[in-house]
T-cell receptor, first 114, second 116 residues
Framework: GAGVSQSPSNKVTEKGKDVELRCDPI?????LYWYRQSLGQGLEFLIY????????KSGLPSDRFSAERTGGSVSTLTIQRTQQEDSAVYLC????????????FGDGTRLSIL | AQSVTQPDIHITVSEGASLELRCNYS??????LFWYVQSPGQGLQLLLK??????LVQGIKGFEAEFKRSQSSFNLRKPSVHWSDAAEYFC??????????????FGAGTRLAVHP
């Protein structure tokens, strides 16, 4: 497919466990973004990648959250020691380089912490 | 700080009726403005965008939006709503930085219901 692919689509885990969320961007898109969508906070920016580097991590809510991107393509968002407040839909978007380039979103990973 | 306000949390219209969804923004310069639509269980789909130029922009699915600088608004319109338009709509401001990227700031969304 030509769109942004995220996996898993749903993840249920116990409090305290670590989780990894994957994003496969559109081929050729060098910019990659992670957002979080939760009932209380709406849609929030988490982190931005340009290639493999992350010049803007300002939205990561705590040091339990980290992300990496390899080969200028796939990105993984990792949440350590999950808490119930981490329950949300995590959305990934990609775009071509440039502030005027529209972001294309994946369908998200719905994370539920028991 | 940049912000986006969508005053209407929930709107219900009849199929075939016209639609206007409101969006107001706060930004220190000419912003990049976007409307996205989200159907249940899916990601965000871009409806239209405004960067500069003509203040009336056309998008997909018959939607249009008008940028009004004096009112700091970017309202979304459609002349005749279809049942398939039922979804949640998000207005967003792009906050471009010198790094050439675009951290989107979203409104809280407006959920649209369409009566047959």
């Amino acid at each position: 497919g030509a769109g942004v692919s995220q996996s898993p689509s749903n993840k249920v885990t116990e409090k305290g466990k670590d989780v990894e969320l994957r994003c496969d961007p559109i081929s050729g898109h060098t910019a990659l973004y992670w957002y979080r969508q939760s009932l209380g906070q709406g849609l929030e920016f988490l982190i931005y990648f340009q290639g493999n580097s992350a010049p803007d991590k300002s939205g990561l809510p705590s040091d339990r959250f980290s992300a990496e991107r390899t080969g200028g393509s796939v990105s993984t968002l990792t949440i350590q020691r999950t808490q119930q407040e981490d329950s949300a839909v995590y959305l990934c978007a990609s775009s071509r380089t440039g502030a005027d380039q529209p972001q294309h979103f994946g369908d998200g990973t719905r994370l539920s912490i028991l | 700080a940049q912000s986006v306000t969508q005053p209407d949390i929930h709107i219900t219209v009849s199929e075939g009726a016209s639609l206007e969804l409101r969006c107001n923004y706060s930004y220190g310069a000419t912003p990049y403005l976007f409307w996205y639509v989200q159907s249940p269980g899916q990601g965000l789909q871009l409806l239209l965008k405004y960067f500069s130029g003509d203040t009336l922009v056309q998008g997909i699915k018959g939607f249009e939006a008008e940028f009004k600088r004096s009112q700091s608004s970017f309202n979304l319109r459609k002349p005749s709503v279809h049942w398939s338009d039922a979804a949640e709509y998000f207005c967003a401001v792009g906050a471009p930085f010198s790094g050439g990227y675009n951290k989107l700031i979203f409104g809280a969304g407006t959920r649209l219901a369409v009566h047959p």
